[in-house]
């Protein structure tokens, strides 16, 4: 009897945290989302409503037709793809490596991958432009997704090499044993239950890209993704465009992650729906 | 095989099947779209040139304005791009440098040309072309950057005015008018307001990071104070304006430190009194223009200092499009399309045209307070530095380390201007530059802190 | 059995519990990293493998990024005549670099820790499977989709003199508004950066942290259970070590993205609560000095590039940690 309501006022105890844990995740969100969608009029009056009762679509309409939003949104989507592609391709196979072999040079290795992450764009931007006007690729998506992909190479190759160390070697070589070459041990045997690390790694590699305005600003110009042609510009825009522009940013980065989870909670897929 | 990877197998093959499928809708996107991504300026359209601005970045303006390019200019298609000053920067900078320039007209501010002259083409014919334009000769003058030769032709001037809710006026001291206010009666009012207001400030200055504060010191404070904007930094009169200062901002609002402009907190309310620039108070009163009053800056003991505001038109050097771009120039400055932006945009012609009667209030308010401004007894006019290029930013900061130092800090005020001018004479020496005005003006002549 | 189970236990236990792997949970970390006879034996034999597999990324970063890094690392010590040490100067007799340094420690040394403690408790409250742990782990997640550009915004809106905090005290006759980022209110003002560092960001590392206790057994943890291990000594001595990889990698990546991060604080307090980052726009887009500002730069990867080696070697697994 006492055990069973010590596990009960633990199951309410992990309820409780949960509960305070996504409050305040999630009161921040609500709250973009209630100024994006107000008048801005309620947006100048103290004190500020934590209600929505004073709806408005109009600083969210005049922000979808402003020039360039579709545009850029299918830009944006563009690059976010190509980057995960390419830091995919390139990002997997180094993990792998990172996990399973100890060669020399591991370590420096990993510490060139985070070089591009450790110096701010800003003092990059200008040289790669540079190369980027002389190789002809300036202003255009692959550019930016080149940019992006570098970005994201050392997240990518750093959690799917977490991974990857906690997939038994015993189960690959099992596999090679019954008649799998490498590659198809790989590809049958440790990709399946790498799958999450590759979420999270696609997942930040999508995400990163999607968010991200620096860069994208300096080596576009007429092809710009959609951050770089809203959010940089909205800075100077009244705080109900602001608003909006940042919630409807929000919104394409939501869906991926949500069609991504299944795959990042792939092992406890069974349980958790 | 692994026993806790059984149980979701048979879901993985199929997560897997689905990967591929985003895998391969993912590698056809690109070859969907256009070669190298969707155009989002409307650079599309057949021999559609190119314009990069750092101006009329709000949503709303950059709709406005892009209309009037698309009515008035009859040369062919412009694709306006708006962008940070710093990306106009990297952008000029890079395209110039690696010899394969893409934007045929720049448009900016005074400053964001500045530090790039030698990007830019000799635009000297095309001044005298446009002669019948009328630009003020102390506007015409600030674009001949490199060596007297003209690198950008004006576009659009502003300034900066004090917004006023009508609800502070109740405070104004006796025998203070809030059209010619000193800097002594605005220190008073707005003491006497913060009293009223339950010891709320109600005065703002825009000193967040994007904010134009230091132009407050520049062009306003210390020219009113001194009649000098670098010769006199450290001068006894320098002081007292510092001086001034320190006990103005103890009655401002702290929140200051956070506002880069004024318009916004002016329409919530939390400030009803504030200095910026006209286009960054515009909005303020645009519901209620009623509710406003619009005043020139306050006047101190040397006279009343204002500052000009230039924008430019630029065109690089090496721009594929050259004689559309001129033609795009001598469009945006005719007398009909300066009045346009004004009504539209706020932004003030640079040539010699009529204000109409028809403007929209708030503009109409910011027109006449402007006009005041200009012509009151013993103005004097400021300009942002002349000729500093690159360094125009680090003789700005210098202001704004003084405000620091002195405002929120609470050093003593000689000292931090006597530390301040050495650096300010380093930036000076190595510029070697003649001053600017209210400066006394010598060719030839280095300015220097005196 | 498919139904979301009451707390740990259910499915999969005993299939599980019989076919465990070999290695006892009583030595947990080298069991579950890469167990060190396996890595030995092919060390020498794949070493080319290794190399071709890590190519492509090195071949692809050098060509587009070791010419901008080297331009970009140059500026800090090249001047109008040949190489010099004045920008280095400059940047030091700042009076803002200093204050931006302290801060960048501080921001990195409070945020991380509790940054740490706070995913893994959140991982481990999903790991016990609650209702709704599906929506909870969306919700959870969802800052990762917010620019910080956008995020700074969300936080202002809530710290603002105005803003939503102050309108909810207000409502419960709460005093009249408290200025959280004003310039002489440094503690609100650091802990209003914080609690936005700590929303923005925390995401990154649950994310990989629940991607990295998908590959731990539930045997082990189970196994100690029926031993009677309590909960706090199963996670001390089964789960964390486990979680290991995943965990220095978490630091890494946390820190190095800790570093560059600016536009919260910028947007929460403008430069009254200055950081490294925000140093070098603030020289490169304002004050137009690139020098300068690479300067900043190279102190930035500097410490980056630190704090990853030491995390490389104290967090390194003590199983594949004798090999160089």
Same mark, same amino acid.
């Given at each position: 009897?006492?055990?069973?309501?010590?596990?009960?006022? +633990?199951?309410?105890?992990? &309820?409780?945290?949960?509960?305070?844990?996504?409050?305040?995740?999630?009161?921040?969100?609500?709250?973009?989302?209630?100024?994006?969608?107000?008048? +801005?009029?309620?947006?100048?009056?103290?004190? =500020?409503?934590?209600?929505?009762?004073?709806?408005?679509?109009?600083?969210?309409?005049?922000?979808?037709?402003?020039?360039?939003?579709?545009?850029?949104?299918?830009?944006?989507?563009?690059?976010?793809?190509?980057?995960?592609?390419?830091?995919?391709?390139?990002?997997?196979?180094?993990?792998?490596?990172?996990?399973?072999?100890?060669? +020399?040079?591991?370590?420096?290795?990993?510490?060139?991958?985070?070089?591009?992450?450790?110096?701010?764009?800003?003092?990059?931007?200008?040289?790669?432009?540079?190369?980027?006007?002389?190789?002809?690729?300036?202003?255009?998506?692959?550019?930016?997704?080149?940019?992006?992909?570098?970005?994201? =190479?050392?997240?990518?190759?750093? $959690?799917?090499?977490?991974?990857?160390?906690?997939?038994?070697?015993? &189960?690959?070589?099992?596999?090679? $044993?019954?008649?799998?070459?490498?590659?198809?041990?790989?590809?049958?045997?440790?990709?399946?239950?790498?799958?999450?690390?590759?979420?999270?790694?696609? $997942?930040?590699?999508?995400?990163?890209?999607?968010?991200?305005?620096?860069?994208?600003?300096?080596?576009?110009?007429?092809?710009?993704?959609?951050?770089?042609?809203?959010?940089?510009? =909205?800075?100077?825009?009244?705080?109900?465009? +602001?608003?909006?522009?940042?919630?409807?940013?929000?919104?394409?980065?939501?869906?991926?992650?949500?069609?991504?989870?299944?795959?990042?909670?792939?092992?406890?897929?069974?349980?958790?729906? | 095989?692994?026993?806790?990877?059984?149980?979701?197998?048979?879901?993985?093959?199929?997560?897997?099947?689905?990967?591929?499928?985003?895998?391969?809708?993912?590698?056809?996107?690109?070859?969907?779209?256009?070669?190298?991504? #969707?155009?989002?300026?409307?650079?599309?359209?057949?021999?559609?040139?190119?314009?990069?601005?750092?101006?009329?970045?709000?949503?709303?303006?950059?709709?406005?304005?892009?209309?009037?390019?698309?009515?008035?200019?009859?040369?062919?298609?412009? !694709?306006?791009?708006?962008?940070?000053?710093?990306?106009?920067?990297?952008?000029?900078?890079?395209?110039?440098?690696?010899?394969?320039?893409?934007?045929?007209?720049?448009?900016?501010?005074?400053?964001?040309?500045?530090?790039?002259?030698?990007?830019?083409?000799?635009?000297?014919?095309?001044?005298?072309?446009?002669?019948?334009?009328?630009?003020?000769?102390?506007? !015409?003058?600030?674009?001949?950057?490199?060596?007297?030769?003209?690198?950008?032709?004006?576009?659009?001037?502003?300034?900066?005015?004090?917004?006023?809710?009508?609800?502070?006026?109740?405070?104004?001291?006796?025998?203070?008018?809030?059209?010619?206010?000193?800097?002594?009666?605005?220190?008073?009012?707005?003491?006497?307001?913060?009293?009223?207001?339950?010891?709320?400030?109600?005065?703002?200055?825009?000193?967040?990071?994007?904010?134009?504060?230091?132009?407050?010191?520049?062009?306003?404070?210390?020219?009113?104070?001194?009649?000098?904007?670098?010769?006199?930094?450290?001068?006894?009169?320098?002081?007292?304006?510092?001086?001034?200062?320190?006990?103005?901002?103890?009655?401002?609002?702290?929140?200051?430190?956070?506002?880069?402009?004024?318009?916004?907190?002016?329409?919530?309310?939390?400030?009803?009194?504030?200095?910026?620039?006209?286009?960054?108070?515009?909005?303020?009163?645009?519901?209620?223009?009623?509710?406003?009053?619009?005043?020139?800056?306050?006047?101190?003991?040397?006279?009343?200092?204002?500052?000009?505001?230039?924008?430019?038109?630029?065109?690089?050097?090496?721009?594929?499009?050259?004689?559309?771009?001129? #033609?795009?120039?001598?469009?945006?400055?005719?007398?009909?399309?300066?009045?346009?932006?004004?009504?539209?945009?706020?932004?003030?012609?640079?040539?010699?045209?009529?204000?109409?009667?028809?403007?929209?209030?708030?503009?109409?308010?910011?027109?006449?307070?402007?006009?005041?401004?200009?012509?009151?007894?013993?103005?004097?006019?400021?300009?942002?530095?002349?000729?500093?290029?690159?360094?125009?930013?680090?003789?700005?900061?210098?202001?704004?380390?003084?405000?620091?130092?002195?405002?929120?800090?609470?050093?003593?005020?000689?000292?931090?201007?006597?530390?301040?001018?050495?650096?300010?004479?380093?930036?000076?020496?190595?510029?070697?530059?003649?001053?600017?005005?209210?400066?006394?003006?010598?060719?030839?002549?280095?300015?220097?802190?005196? | 059995?498919?139904?979301?189970?009451?707390?740990? *236990? *259910?499915?999969?236990?005993?299939?599980?519990?019989?076919?465990?792997?070999?290695?006892?949970?009583?030595?947990?970390?080298?069991?579950?990293?890469?167990?060190?006879?396996?890595?030995?034996?092919?060390?020498?034999?794949?070493?080319?493998?290794?190399?071709?597999?890590?190519?492509?990324?090195?071949?692809?970063?050098?060509?587009?990024?070791?010419?901008?890094?080297?331009?970009?690392?140059? @500026?800090?010590?090249? *001047?109008?005549?040949?190489?010099?040490?004045?920008?280095?100067?400059?940047?030091?007799?700042?009076?803002?670099?200093?204050?931006?340094?302290?801060?960048?420690?501080?921001?990195?040394?409070?945020?991380?820790?509790?940054?740490?403690?706070?995913?893994?408790?959140?991982?481990?409250?999903?790991?016990?499977?609650?209702?709704?742990?599906? /929506?909870?782990?969306?919700?959870?997640?969802?800052?990762?989709?917010?620019?910080?550009?956008?995020?700074?915004?969300?936080?202002?809106?809530?710290?603002?003199?105005?803003?939503?905090?102050?309108?909810?005290?207000?409502?419960?006759?709460?005093?009249?508004?408290?200025?959280?980022?004003?310039?002489?209110?440094? %503690?609100?003002?650091?802990?209003?950066?914080?609690?936005?560092?700590?929303?923005?960001?925390?995401?990154?590392?649950?994310?990989?942290?629940?991607?990295?206790?998908?590959?731990?057994?539930?045997?082990?943890?189970?196994?100690?259970?029926?031993?009677?291990?309590?909960?706090?000594?199963?996670?001390?001595?089964?789960?964390?070590?486990?979680?290991?990889?995943?965990?220095?990698?978490?630091?890494?990546?946390?820190?190095?993205?800790?570093? @560059?991060? /600016?536009?919260?604080?910028?947007?929460?307090?403008?430069?009254?609560?200055?950081?490294?980052?925000?140093?070098?726009?603030?020289?490169?887009? %304002?004050? @137009?000095?690139?020098?300068?500002?690479?300067?900043?730069?190279?102190?930035?990867?500097?410490?980056?590039?630190? %704090?990853?080696?030491?995390?490389?070697?104290?967090?390194?697994?003590?199983?594949?940690?004798?090999?160089?």
């Amino acid at each position: 009897m006492s055990r069973r309501s010590a596990a009960r006022r +633990r199951t309410v105890g992990i &309820h409780l945290a949960c509960v305070a844990v996504t409050l305040f995740m999630g009161v921040p969100i609500y709250l973009i989302a209630l100024a994006a969608l107000s008048s +801005r009029e309620s947006l100048n009056r103290f004190p =500020l409503s934590l209600l929505p009762v004073d709806l408005s679509t109009e600083t969210m309409r005049v922000f979808l037709d402003s020039t360039g939003v579709i545009g850029g949104f299918q830009n944006s989507v563009e690059v976010g793809l190509l980057s995960l592609i390419l830091s995919l391709a390139l990002g997997v196979p180094a993990g792998y490596a990172v996990a399973r072999y100890a060669f +020399r040079g591991r370590e420096p290795y990993q510490l060139f991958l985070l070089l591009t992450r450790a110096l701010p764009i800003v003092v990059l931007s200008v040289p790669l432009a540079r190369v980027f006007l002389a190789s002809g690729l300036y202003d255009t998506t692959y550019a930016v997704a080149l940019l992006h992909t570098a970005l994201a =190479l050392p997240t990518t190759v750093l $959690i799917t090499s977490a991974i990857f160390v906690a997939v038994p070697v015993e &189960h690959e070589e099992a596999a090679m $044993i019954f008649g799998a070459s490498a590659p198809q041990a790989f590809a049958r045997v440790v990709l399946p239950q790498a799958l999450p690390g590759i979420a999270a790694a696609a $997942i930040f590699t999508f995400v990163t890209s999607w968010n991200e305005v620096l860069g994208a600003a300096v080596l576009t110009l007429n092809r710009r993704t959609l951050p770089a042609q809203v959010l940089s510009t =909205l800075a100077d825009s009244p705080l109900a465009f +602001r608003f909006a522009g940042g919630f409807a940013l929000v919104v394409p980065a939501l869906v991926f992650i949500a069609f991504m989870r299944r795959y990042l909670l792939n092992m406890w897929g069974t349980t958790i729906r | 095989m692994a026993p806790h990877a059984d149980p979701g197998s048979p879901d993985l093959r199929l997560d897997r099947r689905r990967l591929l499928g985003l895998g391969l809708a993912a590698g056809a996107a690109p070859f969907l779209a256009a070669c190298g991504g #969707a155009s989002t300026t409307g650079s599309d359209t057949e021999g559609a040139i190119t314009f990069i601005s750092t101006q009329f970045t709000p949503v709303e303006e950059r709709q406005r304005f892009e209309q009037i390019l698309r009515d008035r200019v009859k040369s062919g298609a412009v !694709a306006y791009n708006t962008v940070e000053p710093n990306v106009f920067s990297s952008t000029i900078t890079s395209q110039v440098a690696a010899g394969r320039v893409q934007v045929s007209l720049a448009g900016g501010l005074h400053g964001d040309f500045a530090p790039h002259a030698d990007k830019f083409e000799n635009l000297d014919d095309l001044a005298t072309k446009l002669a019948d334009r009328q630009f003020p000769p102390e506007i !015409a003058n600030l674009g001949k950057l490199a060596g007297g030769a003209t690198t950008y032709l004006p576009w659009m001037q502003a300034s900066y005015v004090l917004a006023v809710n009508k609800r502070a006026l109740e405070w104004l001291p006796s025998g203070a008018d809030v059209q010619s206010l000193t800097y002594d009666q605005l220190l008073a009012w707005i003491t006497a307001a913060r009293r009223g207001n339950g010891n709320k400030p109600v005065f703002g200055l825009p000193c967040g990071p994007k904010g134009l504060y230091h132009r407050f010191f520049q062009g306003y404070l210390l020219p009113s104070f001194t009649g000098g904007q670098m010769t006199t930094f450290r001068g006894p009169e320098a002081a007292t304006a510092w001086q001034y200062m320190k006990e103005l901002w103890a009655q401002t609002a702290p929140a200051s430190t956070n506002f880069d402009n004024m318009q916004e907190p002016l329409q919530r309310g939390e400030v009803l009194i504030a200095w910026d620039h006209v286009a960054r108070l515009v909005n303020a009163p645009a519901d209620k223009p009623d509710d406003w009053v619009m005043a020139p800056a306050p006047r101190g003991p040397k006279g009343l200092g204002y500052m000009l505001v230039v924008a430019g038109l630029a065109i690089p050097r090496g721009a594929p499009e050259v004689d559309r771009a001129r #033609a795009v120039i001598e469009a945006l400055t005719t007398p009909d399309v300066q009045l346009e932006v004004l009504r539209r945009n706020a932004f003030f012609p640079v040539v010699n045209a009529q204000l109409p009667a028809d403007l929209p209030p708030a503009v109409a308010l910011e027109a006449e307070a402007v006009r005041r401004q200009q012509s009151a007894e013993g103005a004097v006019l400021a300009l942002p530095p002349v000729g500093l290029g690159a360094k125009d930013g680090e003789v700005s900061q210098i202001f704004k380390n003084c405000f620091k130092e002195i405002c929120l800090d609470g050093r003593p005020v000689q000292q931090v201007l006597d530390r301040q001018a050495q650096q300010l004479n380093a930036i000076l020496d190595e510029a070697k530059v003649p001053c600017w005005r209210p400066d006394p003006v010598a060719a030839g002549q280095t300015c220097r802190v005196q | 059995m498919l139904a979301p189970g009451p707390g740990r *236990g *259910g499915a999969d236990v005993s299939g599980a519990v019989t076919t465990a792997p070999d290695p006892a949970p009583s030595e947990p970390s080298s069991s579950a990293a890469v167990p060190p006879r396996a890595t030995r034996r092919r060390r020498r034999s794949r070493v080319p493998t290794a190399a071709l597999l890590v190519a492509p990324s090195v071949v692809f970063l050098a060509a587009l990024f070791l010419w901008p890094i080297a331009v970009g690392v140059g @500026q800090a010590f090249t *001047g109008a005549d040949g190489p010099t040490l004045a920008h280095l100067r400059r940047m030091v007799d700042d009076p803002y670099f200093w204050t931006a340094t302290r801060n960048t420690a501080l921001l990195i040394v409070v945020l991380i820790p509790l940054q740490f403690a706070f995913a893994l408790t959140m991982a481990l409250l999903l790991r016990e499977r609650p209702r709704l742990s599906s /929506f909870y782990f969306y919700v959870w997640c969802v800052p990762l989709a917010i620019s910080d550009l956008a995020a700074g915004l969300v936080w202002l809106s809530i710290f603002a003199d105005r803003g939503y905090l102050n309108s909810a005290l207000s409502r419960f006759g709460l005093g009249d508004g408290f200025a959280w980022l004003s310039y002489d209110n440094q %503690t609100s003002m650091f802990v209003a950066v914080l609690l936005a560092e700590l929303w923005r960001a925390t995401s990154l590392v649950l994310v990989i942290v629940v991607a990295g206790l998908q590959n731990i057994p539930r045997d082990y943890d189970e196994a100690a259970a029926v031993f009677g291990a309590t909960y706090w000594q199963r996670l001390r001595h089964v789960i964390l070590p486990q979680l290991r990889p995943s965990l220095q990698v978490a630091l890494i990546l946390r820190t190095i993205l800790g570093l @560059q991060t /600016f536009a919260v604080a910028q947007a929460l307090t403008g430069r009254s609560f200055p950081l490294l980052v925000g140093e070098t726009y603030q020289w490169y887009v %304002t004050l @137009q000095n690139e020098h300068v500002s690479a300067a900043i730069a190279l102190v930035i990867l500097l410490m980056s590039l630190g %704090t990853a080696v030491v995390y490389l070697r104290v967090l390194r697994d003590p199983a594949t940690g004798g090999i160089r």
